[in-house]
């Protein structure tokens, strides 16, 4: 299997956020921590609740839109 987007999960001050997500999609994340847990040499599976916050950073740290759209917003 090649390496996995996410690295290590880190802990931060969570601020809570409800959202509901497709059964599809919440499997997915379920595979996606065991995977995780796998290549980080976890004990357990990551929790699918800790995987949505740093799985959208990652999404919008490489969204060159979305980056180029909030340079152009800060600086005017």
């Not at 931060?12 to 999609?25: G, H, Q």
């Not at 290549?39 to 919008?60: D, G, H, K, Q, S």
């Not at 839109?65 to 600086?75: C, V």
């Amino acid at each position: 299997m090649s390496a996995l987007k996410l690295g290590a999960i880190t802990e931060e001050r969570p601020i809570k956020l409800t959202v509901e997500l497709p059964a599809a999609v919440h499997r997915d994340l379920i595979a996606y921590g065991e995977a995780l847990a796998r290549e980080t040499a976890e004990a357990t599976p990551i929790e699918p609740a800790r995987l949505v916050a740093p799985m959208l950073a990652r999404f919008m740290a490489t969204d060159r839109g979305f980056r180029k759209g909030r340079r152009s917003s800060q600086a005017g």
